[in-house]
């Protein structure tokens, strides 16, 4: 009697485990209701035109398509070209290098790559989520390199980082 019990409990307990993983995402993201689509309009790289920042080649696409593999990634929405029931869309505003500690030969010992990006987040089937803000984050790297050298790994922490916070702000509401 103990044994049927003790089994019904487990299966009990599975079942509650298995059921409640499907309310709670493990990204944090929560769908505004009615919203299965999503696009990202691309996003130009408007920054060479700021002091201190210069232009990327390729940035403003690999920044877009950062985005989309995000959002793709990390929530079941389907993205779409033109139509979609949330769009993002928006500029780079910065891309800049800026020394952050000098040493006694008044060289950079570090420097910091810097990326902003201002992004519009319209929801068409709900206006009063609509946001617009900016997103930044950096990457720190020895004075003795150039950018050349650490290009890939900083874009790379810079866009996860920034993707995730506009995914955040706009979806997940943190």
Known sequence: MYRIYKQILIVTICSIMAISCGIYSFTGSSIPIGVETFQVNYFENSAGGKPGSTIE???????????????????????????GDIIYSGDIVEYSVTPMAATAEIKAAQNRLT????????????????????????????????????KD??????????????????????
Request: glycine content about 4%; hydrophobic content about 40%.
């Open 153 to 174: 790994v900083a874009l790379e922490e810079i866009f996860e980082r920034i993707t995730q916070d506009i995914l955040n702000e706009t979806l997940a509401k943190w």
């Open 57 to 83: 080649p390729g940035l403003d696409r690999d920044f877009t398509i950062a985005l989309q593999d995000l959002i793709v990634n990390q929530t079941s929405l389907n993205l779409v070209n033109e139509g």
């Open 115 to 150: 990326m902003a990006v201002m992004v519009s987040y319209e929801n068409i089937l709900n206006e009063d989520d609509n946001i617009e803000k900016r997103f930044s984050f950096y990457y720190d790297f020895p004075g003795n390199l150039q950018v050349y050298d650490i």
